[in-house]
């Protein structure tokens, strides 16, 4: 059976946003599982995810304080349906980052991470599927602001497809 993720980071409540749009929570509210790269900034909006997701992974960013650092992890791992998930909020600049990240994480297949708000889909030498959903509050210098959905099915990552947010 496959299984649905809506794959987030940088979405700063309530700093440059007061809430998350509709159609995130829409998102979050139909997956089999969410994963947060980091940034949330407040706790309650940590609190409002662990209440609407099935099952939450995140970790924390540098924009999170002591509460979410007590809360959350630096990493997070996870395997769903044969599928090796690590999570982290930064890996530094761009360049060089596929072989950076294939050192940092040699046992993993997906690595989800955030901070650059900028949306990133990229396959390492080693083949380590890079994943950066963009923020769904801040779009900084991209033309939307953006999260990701994917499917895992069968013990492999079958589809990721960046999704722009729409202004409600």
Known sequence: MPLNLVLLADTHVPKRARSLPGQVWDAVDRADAVFHAGDWVEAALLDEFERRSRRLLGVFGNNDGPELRRRLPATATAVLDGVRFAMVHETGQAKGREQRCDALFPDADV??????????DTVSPNGLRLLNPGSPT????????TFMEAVVDGGRLAEVRLVEVRRD
Do not use: K, N, T
């Not at 801040?138 to 602001?145: G, I």
């Open 111 to 120: 690595l989800v991470f955030g901070h650059s708000h900028i949306p990133w």
């Open 138 to 145: 801040d779009r900084r210098r991209q033309p939307a602001c």
